[in-house]
């Protein structure tokens, strides 16, 4: 409330807190929670969907309603996330087949049930173990030596970079200091929608690195700040 109020007092010309604001900051927060569609389930999008237009309002208040229910419905999605991603990187995957990606999926509908949260693991998964893939296939095959050998080593570890990226990811997301980061991400969300060029910090002692690297679920990128 503190942040909002200040913003409200200072800023030369502030953006009204309305329905269009709120919606804006629930659906940017939500997709940015999970820019895949891939953890959350459609019923869980629904119980979100009160606080979509009365977002602003919320925050004038101080209330945190909104937030509470996105993280605990989050933190368990991951534990679920996590099983699903972890039979989808076990199994074999097949790159012979011909088949399309879509690399935007923030305006896909979220997954109706864990069989549709499955296909798109599936989708998710090969995608970013074929990004490597090829990233590591474009010097390999400057080089004179046995192709189906390099392909197939470069498979494997291919799939062992993205498991382990992703291992990684579960783990962070909801450990630690999961919860701080989570809020602080929502409070940023919040007041770039008022002022891009306005952001919270939160009155945490972290160290450099940790304020100015973000990591992204994604594909294994890394963004400075």
């Known amino acids: 409330k503190t942040a909002i109020s200040r913003i409200d007092k200072l800023h030369f010309n502030p953006r009204p807190l309305d ?3 709120s919606e804006r900051l629930w659906n940017n927060y939500i997709n940015q929670l999970d820019p895949e569609h891939a953890i959350f389930l459609q019923k869980d999008i629904i ?5 979509k237009y009365i977002l602003g309002h919320e925050l004038n208040e101080g209330s945190s309603s909104f937030f509470n229910l996105v993280y605990r419905c989050y933190c368990e999605r991951i534990g679920d996330a996590k099983q699903t991603f972890d039979a989808v990187i076990s199994a074999p995957i097949d790159f012979s087949k011909k088949g399309s990606f879509i690399l935007n999926r923030k305006n896909l509908p979220f997954p109706a049930n864990d069989i549709k949260r499955k296909a798109t693991w599936e989708q998710v998964v090969k995608l970013a173990v074929l990004k490597h893939y090829m990233e590591g296939d474009s010097i390999l095959s400057e080089q004179d030596q046995n192709a189906d050998q390099l392909n197939a080593d470069l498979k494997r570890s291919s799939i062992d970079f993205v498991k382990k990226w992703y291992t990684d990811y579960f783990r962070n997301a909801i450990q630690g200091n999961a919860l701080n980061d989570k809020f602080a991400l929502y409070l940023n969300t919040a007041m770039a929608e008022i002022d891009p060029h306005t952001a919270y910090v939160a009155p945490l002692d972290k160290s450099f ?8 679920f994604g594909i294994g990128v890394e963004l400075g700040q």
């Open 47 to 51: 119980s979100f969907s009160p606080f």
């Open 19 to 21: 329905s269009v604001y």
């Open 209 to 216: 690195e940790a304020l100015i690297t973000k990591r992204f």
